[in-house]
């Protein structure tokens, strides 16, 4: 038995996030708020906070609409769950949208809701506007487009007084201080870019950008894993495959070599990796969704149903209030003794005179104290249910011995129910048909009962006779049928793992190495691009040698992706490999790789001179979206040219033709 | 329930791109078609754009491994043109059933018939 070595799913869930207090310091001067926009994540927090107070999956699941228009509610559009309001992400997997397309934005309608969310989150309540400079990251030479209208919704939108724009890549160098002089390698979700900085300047036409990165790694290991094992298609979810990248993936030092070890039969005994999908018992229930899916459907149907139920007795207490408080009003008016209005104002309300309208009132009331009532009695239930404790009859003893016994004895009593059950079934079933001994039996009980004298029903057990021939399920066969699903659940929980869980494992040999290669060798997912060492290659190509030198002694690997065991060695081992005998060369990996762009993007904003590198409104309105003031960390700048206007369409020496087009540029 | 209230937030100007449900909506541009536009205008030889940092293609020889199993492949069965890297990989090839091939051809960029 080799049950240590298996590996258990974790399944993380997501926490929703709070909203943050939004303090007078906050409010009033102005702080500087950061946000690192990734295609994987995105970080937010204020200039002056250690850590990010919101990180979150940039991604937002857009729930279709109700279709159900039976009740007379009006369509209730569930709402848009964003970033760690997924919970469960695989349940709204075909929902889920995202402002990127690779590592630039480009779907804006989303990325509003994404600021609305950051926002909301941080509790800002100023009115009419976001009173903070923003510092955002973008992709390396974002499209000027792009950058365009991110602006024109944080200015336009949001009233925000100025904007920085920055590449995490290069926030994240300088937060780790290693110098002026590096080639920094990123490895982002969508994809890694090569970047060399020689004396704190960007050499931005020798940067290269391989198109691949952590999402493709996620999708090739989520279709490895599927192919490899068919039966387990819907058990094998990205979460996992993500899980799986995240926590057992490494980089091999020598990819060949280590593949090579995995040929031998009892290295690869020795070494697999085992996963366990979780086990469902499928049992009572033969549909397609998993018992653990069905649980939790139910469990969010009947809150819904809840919440529904509530708000419906609210209105209702609301709206008798009102009534009520009309009525009382009118009480009133009768009491000082102006019966002209009384009169039109009953008149109004269809009451017929002072004693109805005293009936009509202490019916309100009642009511109203109904539904109080009514209220604080779900309120109560919902509370009870949560506190229920697990059920105590099914306690299993500590002794392992009595255990054992007591496992033994459980499973007898769930064997001996099964078989009850499916005797009954049969029975049924055979007395349904014709010719068969079942019915044939039916039949003479049925005869026998026709035949029976006065003395019929002295006995207690003449009646089991209606039992035994009626055709539908009986009582006993439901009180058996509760006492099976709690053996049930009670064996799932207790019942070490049996032969059948063995059939759910996943067996990992040479997988966790051969997707992270996928950025040494793209063409293993048919992707021709040149991989992570060939294109350092290429690009030390472009320099000369002192300056090859000087970029080969400071790799700089940062990035989410980045963070495989191993990677540091092999980029070592290959720059070993292609750069001249002799020579030397250091690799040095970022001390948060995912992270460090926003603390560095944080003390940039921190800085003295951050207020010289802001896009103001001004600015904004003056030189369009696309504006960028450089700075240390920021993208190049080039304006978009005009386009080019096809003269031969334009007859020159035409006036009226210049004159239209000076109206329409105003 | 509460949504009508969360669409509402105080901060915020107006609403700049989400539209109201039902009403019609934007098309954004992809990144591709971004790209297409921008390659369409006259800009200065200096100018670094995301198009023109692509990583150049690979001039190595393509390592060819086995699609069932990640070994070495010196083999391609002629059937399938699966990778395979021994004869007991060979006879599972042989039995995979027709989606599956189709997928670990799909995923290794091969299931077009140009190239």
Known sequence: MDEENVIIFKDYKTVPDVVHEYSPTLKFEHIPLIIDNGSYQCRVGWSISEEPHLIFKNLIARPRKDRCKKDAEPPVTPPIQIGNDIINI???????????DKNVVTHFEVQEQVCDYIFSHLGIDSEGAVNHPIVMTEAFVTPNYSRQLMSELLFEGYG????????????????????????LVNCGYHTIHIIPVIKGKVIAEHARRINLGGSEMIFYLHKLLQLKYPVHVNAITMSRAEEILQEHCSVALDYKEEITKWANADYYDANVKKLQLPVIQSSSSSSTLTAEQQKERKKEMAKRLLEINARKREERLAEDEEQLNQLLALHEIMEDGDTDEFDEAIRDLDIKSFEDLQRQISNKQMRIEKNKQRIAAA????????????????????????????????????????????ARRARRAAMVRRRTAAAAERMRVISRLAAAGDDFGNHDSDWDAYKSISREADSDSEADGERLVELEEVLREYEPIPAKHRERQLHLAIEPFRVPELMFQPSMLGNLE????????????????????????NVFITGGSSQFPGLKERLERELLEMRPFKSTHKVVMAKNPSLDAWYGARDFASSNAFENFCITKEDYLEMGGEYLKEHYASNPYFKSPAPIVDTTLVPAGDSNVIKEEVIVDC | MSNELEKYYCFKRENKFIVKSGSKKRMWRSLKQILTADRALPWPNEAVLYYSINAPPTFKPIKKYSDISGLPAPYMDRHSKLYFSNAEEFATVRNLPMDITAGYLQLRGANTIVG
């Open chain 1, 90 to 100: 695989e349940a709204v997997r075909f929902q889920l949208k995202t402002q990127f």
């Open chain 1, 160 to 183: 925000i007084p100025a904007v920085s724009y920055g590449v995490d890549s290069l926030f994240s160098f300088y937060k780790n201080d290693i110098g002026d002089t590096a080639l």
């Open chain 1, 379 to 422: 309120a109560n239930a919902e509370e009870s249910v949560d506190a229920r404790p697990p059920p105590g009859r099914f306690q299993p003893p500590t002794d392992p011995d009595a255990f054992q016994i007591w496992l033994n004895d459980t499973r007898t009593k769930y064997r001996e129910l099964m078989a009850r059950r499916e």
């Open chain 1, 530 to 553: 040149a991989g992570l060492a060939e294109t350092m290659e290429y690009l030390f190509k472009h320099f000369t040698p002192e300056e090859q030198l000087l970029l080969a002694n």
